[in-house]
């Protein structure tokens, strides 16, 4: 599948960005996979249906602290991922952003977090970026317009993907399922949304973000049913943000 990519200089215009590294992620990826292999009764399904080239707009279900580190271990391809500004700071924070990963600041509208995100796609590489926003059940009934308004300036493919098992039933977000449990990655058929030139309306975002929260919602379900791997359901959390 190819997609329509626009240029850096079009509008928002990310020529003047410097590029993200991703180099220090390659060698740590082919050390995190054995890893959670090992560690985890880890099936990966439909590996096939991940694009191997070109831009991609990866969306999976969000439900737990492993969701990112696992996806990015065990991929096709190197993620760059968009991560809250609150864990960026000291080492941690120098490292995040030299394996490429993008902060954003979610008490503002982060313009720079969004140009980085289509400047990713605009390269031909992998935004995985999380539709529902925080942490909960991973069943998509809430998305975020953020992976609508990506597809409509850059036109890259969107990849559902569907995480079952990285939270116990009822567990918290904060955590992590102890070793040997069951985690399965169902990745879905890719779709485009057809790329929208400046201006874009809000309504007709919002619209785009419904018509991608119905493909992921049955995406899920789909998933749900074929590996009989139930959603791990949701309970209250101080702070379930991620």
């Known amino acids: 599948m190819t997609a329509e990519v626009t240029g850096h200089k079009d ?3 990310t020529d003047d960005l410097p590029p993200l590294p991703y180099r220090l992620a390659l060698p ?5 996979k054995p890893y959670f292999l090992r560690k985890y009764n880890l099936t990966i399904h439909h590996e096939n249906r991940f694009p191997l080239t070109g831009p991609l707009l990866m969306a999976p279900n969000h439900l ?3 969701d990112a580190p696992l996806l990015g271990a065990v991929a096709p391809r190197m993620l760059h991922q968009l991560g809250k500004i609150e864990v960026f700071g000291g080492l941690q924070g120098a490292f995040l ?3 490429g990963q993008i902060p954003v600041d979610r008490s503002s509208y982060d313009m720079l977090a969004v140009r ?10 992998v935004l995985n970026i999380y539709p529902e926003g925080t942490r909960g059940p991973g069943d998509f009934s809430r998305i975020k317009v953020g992976v609508a308004y990506l597809a409509m300036v850059t036109g890259a493919p969107i990849l559902p993907v569907a995480l079952m098992g990285t939270r116990l039933p009822l567990g918290s977000v904060e955590g992590h399922p102890p070793a040997g449990s069951r985690v399965d990655v169902v990745y879905g058929e890719p779709f485009t949304i057809e790329r929208v030139p400046f201006p874009r309306r809000h309504s007709d975002v ?3 973000a419904d018509h991608i929260g119905d493909v992921l919602r049955a995406h899920v379900k789909a998933a749900v049913e074929e590996t009989g791997h139930p959603l791990p359901g949701w309970r209250d959390e101080k702070d379930p943000d991620d």
């Open 97 to 99: 952003r030299r394996i």
């Open 116 to 125: 980085k995100s289509i400047q990713v796609l605009r390269d031909g590489r």
């Open 206 to 208: 919002q619209a785009v």
């Open 11 to 13: 509008l928002p215009r």
């Open 64 to 66: 737990s602290l492993l």
């Open 28 to 32: 740590m990826r082919k050390i995190a």
